[in-house]
């Protein structure tokens, strides 16, 4: 059995601001969270939409008995994600 924790962006409880000054640096860490998340999102859905893309033309060739063009569809994912070069996870744990 797999367990895991996904934190999310911290919450400010805005009763708690005693000050214009607190109350205008959380929202600024709100916004930074908001616009980060947002990036994520981006990246998340452009690896979907490929992964898809691949789905689809795994499945077009083997349901059109292309042998040929399914090697090529796996091999060159595979030759993707091989050499795909990042520093940072792909989601926020």
Known sequence: MTVEFMAGPPLANPAAFD???ELRNALHGANKDLVNLFFEHCALRSSF????QLLSDIMS???GNDD???RRHIAA???RTRFALTDKPATRH
């Open 61 to 63: 060739a083997q349901l």
């Open 77 to 79: 994912a595979v030759e």
């Open 19 to 21: 000050s214009v000054d």
């Open 68 to 70: 040929d063009a399914l």
């Open 49 to 52: 939409a490929d992964l898809s």
